[in-house]
């Protein structure tokens, strides 16, 4: 009959409504998953904040290469940008904090299980933002920080733009000489300030046997080491 023909049209379009709506929004979780797409007949209208144009258009593409879908409507927006782009990470104790801004879901994801790699013991708290502008060195920047910060009790690393900044107190000498030493990533400028671990006694010795003087213990820093150092030529002979 007409109306038994009616109804199993009525159910094939919904069903066919329903795979070409789960297809689309398969597609964009893997093309773009900040994106959503909710359909009427086979209308679709996408929805979300984009992390970058070129993020919009791949949404878009995600849509349109489905089969069934007949028009698109685009109502994405895209993710503020900042200027300057800011992000933070600091530790004290077992506690790291990730504040300041992330370019997408991904990357925010990704800064939180490197920080738990990086400092195991420690808790992570997520207080970052999402916001456009990320600088090219934002990767080895984030990594070099939280590698620096694992080896201190406590510190703090910022990031503004391509410049990075480091402060805390080593727990050791030879965790002070390690992130001293270490490199800043190619691209990164900035400074590492760390300071000397409080030592407890405090020694300085001073030895003569002969015609050599032998200097052992603790200074408090390389230019108070360079003026007690007493080079060859000027030795006096005692």
């Given at each position: 009959?007409?109306?038994?023909?009616g109804?199993?049209m009525?159910?094939?379009?919904?069903i066919q409504?329903d795979l070409?709506?789960r297809?689309?929004?398969?597609?964009?979780?893997?093309?773009a998953?900040?994106?959503?797409?909710a359909?009427?007949?086979?209308?679709?209208?996408?929805?979300?904040?984009?992390?970058?144009?070129?993020?919009?258009?791949?949404a878009e593409e995600?849509?349109?290469?489905?089969?069934?879908?007949?028009?698109i409507?685009d109502r994405?927006?895209?993710?503020?940008?900042?200027?300057?782009?800011?992000?933070?990470?600091?530790?004290?104790g077992?506690?790291?904090?990730?504040?300041?801004?992330?370019?997408?879901?991904?990357i925010?994801a990704k800064?939180?299980?490197?920080?738990r790699?990086?400092?195991?013991?420690?808790e992570?708290i997520?207080?970052m933002r999402l916001?456009?502008?990320v600088?090219?060195?934002?990767?080895?920047?984030?990594?070099?920080?939280?590698?620096q910060l694992?080896?201190?009790?406590?510190g703090?690393?910022s990031?503004?733009?391509s410049?990075?900044?480091i402060?805390?107190?080593?727990p050791?000498l030879?965790?002070?000489q390690a992130?001293?030493?270490s490199?800043?990533?190619?691209?990164?400028a900035?400074?590492?300030t760390?300071g000397?671990?409080?030592?407890?006694?405090?020694q300085w010795?001073?030895?003569?046997?002969?015609?050599?003087i032998?200097l052992?213990g603790l200074?408090p820093?390389?230019?108070?080491?360079?003026?007690?150092?007493?080079?060859?030529?000027?030795?006096?002979r005692?």
């Amino acid at each position: 009959s007409l109306g038994l023909v009616g109804s199993e049209m009525c159910i094939r379009d919904r069903i066919q409504a329903d795979l070409t709506t789960r297809s689309v929004n398969e597609a964009l979780k893997a093309q773009a998953p900040w994106a959503s797409a909710a359909f009427d007949g086979r209308d679709a209208t996408v929805t979300g904040v984009s992390p970058s144009p070129a993020m919009q258009r791949a949404a878009e593409e995600a849509v349109a290469s489905v089969f069934g879908v007949r028009k698109i409507e685009d109502r994405t927006t895209l993710l503020a940008e900042a200027k300057p782009y800011l992000w933070t990470a600091a530790r004290e104790g077992n506690k790291v904090t990730l504040g300041g801004l992330v370019p997408d879901e991904s990357i925010r994801a990704k800064l939180i299980a490197d920080a738990r790699a990086a400092l195991p013991s420690a808790e992570v708290i997520d207080q970052m933002r999402l916001a456009r502008g990320v600088p090219a060195v934002f990767g080895a920047a984030t990594a070099y920080a939280l590698a620096q910060l694992a080896r201190l009790p406590d510190g703090k690393a910022s990031l503004t733009d391509s410049a990075l900044t480091i402060t805390g107190t080593a727990p050791a000498l030879e965790a002070f000489q390690a992130v001293v030493a270490s490199s800043l990533p190619q691209g990164l400028a900035g400074a590492v300030t760390i300071g000397l671990p409080v030592v407890r006694p405090y020694q300085w010795q001073a030895q003569k046997a002969g015609q050599t003087i032998t200097l052992t213990g603790l200074a408090p820093s390389a230019e108070i080491l360079s003026l007690i150092h007493i080079s060859e030529p000027t030795r006096p002979r005692l």
